[in-house]
């Protein structure tokens, strides 16, 4: 079994739907949660970053992790077709050596 | 300013070859790290770098990787006798200290092993 389980997708969505992306973890020592997002033929970027159980807002994102669940997700409001990526979540138990998920693919079409 | 770059972008190699690869982290960034991205999964931690030295080197899939930091900068991974299932984006990111800040990605380099 894996350290982080995430549906691989893809998920493909209209333009203005509410997106739900989900991830699980195993490990209870993760402190750290975090959502990055990848173009194609780009490096992974920070869009959503906590350490605690709660939802975490910022903009159209908004971040929801459960710790008594293990349980991590990323709401996108008013998706955009510049949402189309990959969106992968990231735990981590230290804050150095981030274990990935395996990426949900998200098409948001016109 | 600048962010993480790596070099080459692309590189293609036959299989038992040695090749190199380079990262230049954010100017002032101590911390860097290596992870590896196969098709269709996410990144996979590889090694992690404070300064010059190795903090943990615990996702070096065997002794054919290796990764060096002489100057706390420029970090360089090395691959020994490669083979096809080394096919992957290898990713280098860096961050301030390595005390659970943002870590900043490059754009990878495809390596293809032939």
């Known amino acids: 079994q894996k350290e982080v389980e995430q549906d691989p997708g893809p998920l493909s969505v209209p333009e203005g739907a509410i997106v739900s992306l989900n991830c699980t973890y195993s490990?209870?020592?993760?402190?750290?949660f975090m959502w990055y997002r990848q173009y194609s033929r780009k490096g992974p970027e920070l869009l959503m970053y906590t350490y605690s159980s709660g939802n975490k807002e910022d903009g159209r994102f908004t971040a929801q992790v459960d710790k008594s669940s293990k349980y991590i997700s990323l709401f996108i409001r008013d998706s955009q077709p510049s949402d189309s990526a990959t969106y992968l979540c990231a735990n981590s138990q230290g804050a150095q050596k981030l274990v990935f998920g395996q990426g949900t693919r998200l098409t948001i079409n016109p | 300013g600048a962010g993480v770059s790596q070099t080459p972008s692309n590189k293609v190699t036959e299989k038992g070859k040695y090749v190199e690869l380079r990262c230049d982290p954010i100017?002032?960034?101590?911390?860097l790290y290596w992870y590896r991205q196969s098709l269709g999964q996410g990144p996979e931690f590889l090694i992690y770098f404070q300064g010059t030295g190795a903090a943990d080197d615990s996702g070096l899939p065997n002794d054919r990787f290796f990764a060096v930091r002489p100057e706390g900068s420029v970090s360089t991974l090395k691959i020994q006798r490669t083979e096809r299932g080394d096919s992957a984006v290898y990713l280098c990111?860096?961050?301030?200290?390595?005390?659970?800040?943002?870590?900043?990605f490059g754009p990878g380099t495809r390596l293809l092993v032939l």
């Open positions: 490990n209870s020592a993760f402190q750290y």
């Open positions: 990111a860096s961050s301030l200290s390595g005390l659970g800040e943002t870590q900043y």
């Open positions: 100017s002032g960034h101590t911390a």
